[in-house]
């Protein structure tokens, strides 16, 4: 059974960084992507970055200069670093790992964590 857990969300200053993590279990960690998305109150899930196992990553524009995503194979975990949060980063963090290649499309990711809330303040 494949069991993703986030952790490391929490409330945060404007300007602050936060690291999130996700611990995977029983996948296939070297043939998935892995991937962060969030969800606002009121709004869709949107993707916010991807990782291969190879180390291919794709950011989505928001992300990109102020984000950065890794994985650690021996870990079994993937990381998510936000640097320069703004009170619009403020949602819910997801973690999700599809087999194969990286994708943007949340359609395409087969598993799902419980998610961990993210909050900045102005």
């Known amino acids: 059974q494949v069991r993703l857990v986030e952790s490391g969300g929490g409330m945060v200053q404007a300007g602050g960084s936060l690291r999130l993590s996700c611990a995977a279990s029983?996948?296939?960690?070297?043939?998935?992507?892995m991937g962060w998305f969030r969800q606002a109150p009121g709004k869709d899930r949107e993707f916010v970055a991807v990782?291969?196992?190879?180390?291919?990553?794709r950011y989505s524009g928001f992300a990109q200069g102020r984000f950065s995503i890794s994985r650690d194979s021996a870990k079994n975990t993937v990381y998510l670093q936000m640097n320069g949060l703004k009170p619009e980063d403020t949602a819910v963090y997801y973690c999700?790992?599809?087999?194969?290649?990286?994708?943007?499309?949340?359609?395409?990711?087969?598993?799902w964590g419980p998610g961990t809330q993210v909050t900045v303040t102005s």
């Open positions: 029983g996948l296939t960690f070297n043939g998935s992507a």
């Open positions: 999700a790992a599809r087999h194969g290649e990286i994708a943007s499309s949340l359609r395409r990711y087969n598993y």
């Open positions: 990782v291969g196992w190879s180390g291919t990553t």
